[in-house]
């Protein structure tokens, strides 16, 4: 049996599947020889999610999601119409699941799998600590949830050391870095020295109030005026026109470019020397390392904790600007430095965080259970 491929049938199922997940799934379905297919339904309207509705290599069936409360509440609940005709249907070897309790209709879904004495695998971003209202119930539900997987996969290492914690075997915690670009095939063009001129810092993304751009604005504008960068904001939203005002009142230096999305996005990652992502979630950290550009985000996740590192970029406490004003002066004070961050950058995403690297660990676990 090749080392990258599966053998059997994988079902596959998400709550909703989100446009970035195409490339990932498709490279997962090439690697499962009896082929996968995808049960996910759709968001809220309110959510901002835009899904995918068809892939390449891969079948998608269409769950009718019901929803209970909203997805930040502690009571949400989701069910989803459907799984187990699905499941009766492609009567998949192994089933991977979105590790999230909240979804009753997949601890049905397991139950019929293990009466098939058939494996399921979660797949999460870990298990963070929970409090609040009937904080101990979901203490309680989670546990249980998780104790009836076959085994995990968790987005980070700290996801991976949180499921750990919980008393999973950690050889039964796989950890597959969350990944939506392919390894980058060439290295991009080398950088001067020097600046040249003002230092060109990048923002990619929607344009939302948890993004922080405003934040990103307030920084710069308190640098000393030789370190002051040009800003680059690519991206439209909800609340544009704010950040727009506020750039003409403190910080002039700064251009909105719009949306721009595939082949649009290259001249702008080319002519940047540093990527800033100053508040939550963005997708285009990776790329932007894929072009050789340092990296300044806010703590998250954990996702990012694998992605950012010392050697290059910084990692800020969310909504602190003297941090974040700490952090950019830093980059921009030193050309040369900021310039083997960005090699650094390159490498991570080109040997270590990529579609491929991923696909590798799911099959790795799909095919560790087949064994078992």
Known sequence: ?????????????????????????????????????????????????????????????QAKNRYFR?????????????????????????LIVEANPRY?????????????GRKVIGWGLGAPTIGGPLAGLRRWERMGFLGSLDAIIAYSKRGAEEYQQLGLPPD?????????DPAPIFPPAAKPAQFGGKATVLFVGRLQSRKRVDLLLRACAGLPPDLQPHVMVIGDGPVREEYENLARRIYPNAEFGGAKHGEELEPYFAKADLFVLPGMGGLAIQQ???????????????????????????QVPPDDLHALTAALRKALSDPAQLRRMGEASYRIVAEEI??????RVFVRSLNSLNQA
Request: glycine residues 8%; contains cysteine; aromatic residues 10%.
């Open 354 to 359: 990529n579609v491929e690297s991923m696909v």
């Open 104 to 116: 009753p209709a997949t601890r049905i879904a397991i139950a019929w799998m293990h009466r098939k």
């Open 172 to 180: 039964k915690v796989y950890v597959a870095f969350n990944a939506v």
């Open 288 to 314: 932007a390392m894929a072009h050789g550009l340092p990296v300044i985000v806010a703590h998250g996740d954990g996702t990012q904790d694998d992605l950012v590192r010392r050697e290059n970029g910084w």
């Open 70 to 94: 909203d997805p930040s509440s502690s009571m949400f609940l989701c069910w989803q119409s459907g799984f187990l005709p699905w499941l009766e249907e492609w009567q998949p070897d192994v």
């Open 1 to 61: 049996m090749m080392e990258h491929i599966f053998p059997g049938r994988v079902g596959l199922q998400q709550r909703v599947l989100p446009t970035y997940r195409g490339l990932f799934l498709d490279t997962l379905a090439n690697a499962c020889n009896m082929g996968l297919s995808v049960f996910a339904g759709k968001p809220l309207q309110n959510e901002g999610i835009a899904p995918i509705d068809k892939l390449q290599n891969a079948q998608i069936v």
